[in-house]
């Protein structure tokens, strides 16, 4: 099974495989270069996430490794550098780094400091696929409008027809709040004549669906004597 890689790049090997061994016990798959010109070859992997790069290195100097390696890739950049100076920080992050710690460095940082930079790689990765399939999301619920599909957690939930069109409706206007004869007239496409019934038949088959406790909705909610929502969640 393919899996995620870091790549560590240092000309001591001493260092890269100590930082590999550090990544490799806390379940991450590393690998190593030894310069920046080995780094530009090797970064060109879809698998590789992350880099950790030395400045100070024979062939091409990490710094400059990162300025040619975000011409092509958008990845999280970790620098490790033996000069401590702000002007040495500000002029690493300004060179494309997103990060920037000095040698010696505490394991624990590192790794802190690494996870950290997976987590809003992965997340803004996610976000940035959702948003140009035109996934719509409110906490656990996410639809997709192409594909008919709803999911709760990330598993899909099998709806009807009629429900999905019910779904749709109230996930493309988040915490809007639609009547029942709305409803029935963009869903069913008929004209609306004692509907709040057939109405509120699907809403609770939905409900039992989506909802952990249905009994105590937290997405989708009556309003009284006004119609229905879908809560608009972070």
Not at 22 to 46: F, N, W
Not at 85 to 97: F, P, Q, V, W, Y
Request: a neutral charge; one cysteine or more; hydrophobic letters at 40%.
């Amino acid at each position: 099974m393919n899996k995620d890689k870091i790549l560590v790049v240092d000309d001591d090997r001493e260092i890269t495989k100590a930082i590999a061994l550090l990544l490799q016990k806390e379940g991450l798959a590393a690998e190593c270069a030894y310069d920046g010109m080995e780094a530009l070859e090797k970064v060109t992997d879809p698998q590789v996430c992350l880099l950790i790069i030395d400045v100070m290195m024979p062939k091409l100097d990490g710094l400059s490794a990162v300025l040619r390696i975000r011409e092509k890739r958008n990845l999280p950049i970790l620098v490790l550098s033996a000069k401590s100076e702000d002007s040495d920080k500000i002029l690493g992050l300004s060179m494309g780094a997103d990060d920037y710690i000095t040698k010696p460095f505490n394991p624990m940082e590192l790794m802190a400091r690494v996870k950290s930079q997976l987590r809003r790689y992965k997340t803004l990765g996610s976000r940035n696929e959702e948003q140009r399939q035109g996934i719509l999301r409110t906490g656990r619920l996410a639809f997709n409008p192409t594909a008919k599909q709803l999911t709760a957690d990330g598993e899909a939930i099998h709806l009807t027809a009629t429900e999905t069109k019910i779904v749709a409706l109230l996930m493309e206007n988040l915490g809007r709040v639609f009547s029942a004869e709305e409803i029935y007239r963009r869903v069913w496409d008929e004209d609306a004549y004692s509907v709040e019934n057939t109405v509120m038949v699907h809403i609770r088959r939905i409900r039992e669906k989506i909802e952990l406790n249905p009994k105590e909705p937290e997405y989708l909610k009556v309003v009284w004597g006004l119609g229905y929502k879908i809560e608009k969640i972070l």
